[in-house]
């Protein structure tokens, strides 16, 4: 299966998923739903598996979130957070719907998450939240950014569509790519308002925007 895939992942595709492991009992899930492309889904589960590992409790924030699925993957995988709130300037109309399949299998997901549509300039954010973000296109990352180190909180983003006529590519791009060079000054730039940095990679098949960022105030 291309994993990389931009289809949509469909209730015909149930029988790919049959095993029994977590994975498969999300994938079904998002099939019974019907909305999601097969692309998001390992995009979600591959990035939620390393916050996890690195940070839990807290409420999670997954900004620019889409159909909210990175943050419901940590709800799954971490019973301690206290909550999440899935925010978006403009929510597919199907967030609802893929949320709701979702909780056939988990039911304390419908007492944990909601929904909101707002300019994330605009977002109360707290010392404890743990802000995620999946592919917030270009400077929309660096805003994740900064909206995190502002309140001090937990952060880790996957950056994509990187612009390279705006973005701060730090004098790098004489060593390194464009891309690369802006996510090298972002890093260090998190190191440089306090914060303890870890770097990793998706699966590139995946993606090849696989570059996650993730850091924690000192």
Not at 138 to 154: N, W
């Amino acid at each position: 299966m291309d994993r990389s895939s931009k289809n949509r992942l469909t209730p015909h595709l149930l029988p790919r998923f049959a095993g029994d492991t977590l994975f498969d009992r999300i994938a079904r899930a998002v099939c019974r739903a019907g909305c999601l492309p097969r692309k998001e889904l390992y995009e979600a589960w591959e990035v939620a598996r390393r916050v996890h590992r690195r940070f839990k409790g807290g409420r999670v924030v997954d900004l620019a979130a889409g159909h909210g699925l990175l943050a419901q993957i940590l709800l799954i995988l971490d019973r301690d957070l206290n909550g999440a709130l899935a925010v978006d300037l403009r929510l597919p109309p199907s967030a609802e719907l893929l949320s709701r399949e979702l909780q056939v299998d988990w039911p304390h997901l419908a007492g944990k998450l909601s929904f909101k549509e707002q300019d994330l300039n605009h977002l109360t954010l707290g010392p404890d939240d743990l802000v995620v973000s999946a592919h917030a296109c270009g400077s929309l990352t660096d805003l994740v950014l900064d909206r995190a180190v502002s309140a001090r909180c937990r952060v880790a983003v996957l950056p994509c569509c990187h612009d390279l006529d705006v973005a701060d590519q730090g004098g790098l791009q004489g060593w390194l790519d464009g891309p690369l060079a802006v996510d090298v000054t972002r890093a260090a730039g998190l190191r440089a308002r306090g914060y303890r940095v870890y770097t990793q990679t998706i699966p590139g098949d995946i993606t090849p925007k696989n570059r996650l960022l993730m850091g924690e105030p000192l």
